[in-house]
């Protein structure tokens, strides 16, 4: 019954921008949500997380460049990137921790959304 949704991916240039969203049905909303991104022969990496009490937390990579954030009444989750690189390139998925307080575990995840972004 838990769904999440992904959409906004596309196509841009080095330095462009995209704003990636993410709608979340079945469950309550306001726990730790995070945005994950993987390229083909990488790991998994965690790109941002926005806990329950809205505090944010951002991998070294996107610091300054992505902005996570979410509108509970909507229960959607979101994540506006800049300043795009070609390393940014990968399939990314929004993933959800429903245990208050924590924000490691994600048994929940969206189907992904592609993001590509060349020189």
């Known amino acids: 019954q838990v769904q999440l949704v992904e959409s906004g991916g596309g196509s841009v240039q080095s330095g462009g921008s995209l704003r990636l969203s993410c709608v979340a049905s079945?469950?309550?909303?306001?726990?730790?949500m995070a945005w994950f991104r993987q390229a083909p022969g990488k790991e998994r990496e965690r790109v941002a997380y926005?806990?329950?009490?809205?505090?944010?937390g951002y991998a070294e990579f996107v610091k300054g460049r992505f902005t996570i954030s979410r509108v509970n009444a909507q229960k959607s989750l979101y994540l506006q990137m800049n300043s795009l690189k070609p390393e940014d390139t990968a399939m990314y998925y929004c993933a959800a921790d429903p245990v208050y307080g924590r924000c490691r575990q994600f048994p929940y995840w969206g189907q992904g959304t592609q993001v590509t972004v060349s020189s």
């Open positions: 926005i806990a329950g009490d809205s505090s944010t």
């Open positions: 079945g469950f309550t909303y306001g726990y730790c």
